[in-house]
């Protein structure tokens, strides 16, 4: 493996832990020791929650094709679990909200170890039950546990900003810190403990199976709007409702849509742009320098959302934009090859370290099976900046959303944001092969741009909210210091 993976890897790492450990007083938020509790409890169940999924991700297309099925199959079991997640996920979002939060967490748990056992039958049926059970785990796992979060933080009464705090973390631990872990967990079961495919499904189970004992013996319940005289009708209006009433919601639900639906294609793609002439790439060393990205990104955020400016709306513009840019790297370097060449090489006589960067830690390959092209380490460090902006969304849109949508009908408003993006990534799923590689690189872009200008707008909006509500406030309390007529 080339110098330059290492170099990348060591280098993040090591912005890493220089901004963790630079943080003063000013990045941290005074908290009390019933909150950090409160906190700690909440991120070994997410860790433990994330732990069970992200074991399974890099085994599910390796296990259906030792099954022997190819890939219009698998694809189709791809396609069943977005599927799933679009047409069940509202449905389970709206009984969170209704039957309680707690009860919807068991029932993630139940639900994905379900899924993990179904893999240990090769029946395509079998597989594509674990498939849609898989589809209604993940509906639950991105709205359950954060509407749980929001509610009994507000409830126990604890700080408002102190959320920030705890989203970062869990982005941090969960989505970066955990992932590394759970795939070198899982390859250490199948290749050098020699289980085979099936064994991160059972540690996956294990680990669920240990989250829910905690969820049960440790959580309380909370609802979003309890009421007998609401069903589940009424619910998907009461949503729907809020979500075309108010800007703000259905714009931070077009944003959210924009930028995961994005952020899935890559996940399709960034293999097949690294590797055009099936280049000889470390997938797993790649994932995990992905996630180390991921948490700088979650660290960065962490220090923005602990200051009162900027902003969050503010900030997520720039972020959106320069997500953008990142992604239509490979369009520039599939497109335009000889300028894009040309530029790159003038970069490098003007840079003396990119240039020795390119000589002796690169090895451009034009053949077939040879290394990483130079125009391929310049996308794959582009693509972990969009990893980056990645780590700065997840808690931020979390922020935006604690914010903004309304409590009695959080987790169904949230899975109806996630109507649009599992239709996205089906569509994608199902015509991957039908459109150039630049197109859909090209398409992602453009929608990330569209957000960075949706989110510009969502701050307008914000903005005036806020001055309109500092204006009321402000009249009310005179109002009250004004002295009585006497008559």
């Not at 973390?169 to 967990?185: C, E, R």
Request: net charge neutral; with cysteine; glycine share 8%.
């Amino acid at each position: 493996m080339e110098a330059f993976y290492w170099l990348l890897f060591g280098g993040l790492a090591a912005v890493v832990a220089a901004i963790e450990l630079s943080k003063n007083n000013r990045d941290r938020a005074a908290t009390s020791s019933a909150f950090n509790s409160f906190k700690n409890n909440y991120l070994l169940v997410y860790s433990l929650m994330m732990a069970g999924d992200w074991l399974q991700g890099p085994y599910v297309y390796y296990l259906y094709s030792t099954y022997g099925y190819g890939k219009g199959d698998i694809g189709r079991l791809f396609i069943a679990g977005f599927g799933s997640s679009m047409l069940f996920g509202t449905i389970v979002g709206s009984l969170a909200d209704k039957q309680g939060r707690k009860r919807a967490s068991v029932t993630y748990c139940i639900t994905y170890i379900l899924s993990c056992i179904t893999k240990h039958s090769p029946q395509f049926k079998v597989l594509m039950l674990g498939r849609i059970l898989g589809g209604i785990a993940t509906s639950l796992l991105f709205s359950a546990f954060e509407s749980w979060l929001v509610a009994e933080h507000n409830k126990r009464g604890f700080e408002p900003q102190w959320l920030s705090i705890t989203f970062s973390k869990a982005i941090f631990l969960g989505n970066g810190l955990v992932a590394i872990i759970s795939g070198l967990f899982a390859n250490l079961l199948t290749d050098n403990m020699g289980f085979g495919p099936v064994a991160p499904f059972d540690a996956a189970a294990c680990f669920l199976a240990v989250g829910m004992a905690i969820i049960i013996s440790t959580w309380t319940e909370n609802y979003g709007d309890p009421s007998e005289s609401k069903d589940l009708l009424t619910q998907f209006k009461v949503a729907a409702s809020a979500i075309s009433s108010d800007e703000k919601i259905a714009l931070l639900g077009a944003i959210q849509s924009l930028f995961e639906g994005s952020m899935y294609t890559f996940v399709f793609l960034w293999t097949p742009a690294l590797s055009p002439n099936d280049e000889d790439i470390p997938h797993g060393f790649i994932f995990a320098t992905f996630m180390l990205s991921s948490m700088l990104g979650s660290s960065v955020a962490s220090r923005l959302l602990a200051r009162p400016v900027p902003k969050v709306e503010s900030y997520m513009q720039i972020v959106f934009a320069i997500s953008a840019v990142t992604l239509l790297l490979p369009v520039i370097t599939s497109v335009c090859p000889t300028q894009a060449s040309i530029f790159l090489v003038t970069l490098c006589s003007n840079f003396d370290f990119i240039f020795v960067l390119k000589q002796y830690f690169i090895a451009p390959s034009t053949e077939k099976g040879g290394s990483i092209s130079f125009a391929g380490s310049i996308q794959l460090f582009g693509f972990c900046i969009f990893e980056a902006c990645v780590g700065i969304f997840w808690p931020s849109i979390m922020k935006m959303r604690s914010q903004y949508i309304p409590e009695e009908a959080r987790s169904t408003i949230m899975n109806f944001f996630r109507i649009p993006l599992n239709i996205f990534v089906c569509v994608v799923l199902y015509n991957v092969s039908a459109f150039p590689m630049t197109v859909m690189f090209g398409m992602c872009s453009a929608f990330l741009l569209l957000a960075s200008l949706l989110q510009r707008r969502l701050m307008t909006v914000a903005e005036v909210h806020r001055s309109k509500s500092q204006d009321w406030i402000s009249l009310k309390e005179r109002d009250g210091e004004a002295e009585p007529l006497n008559i």
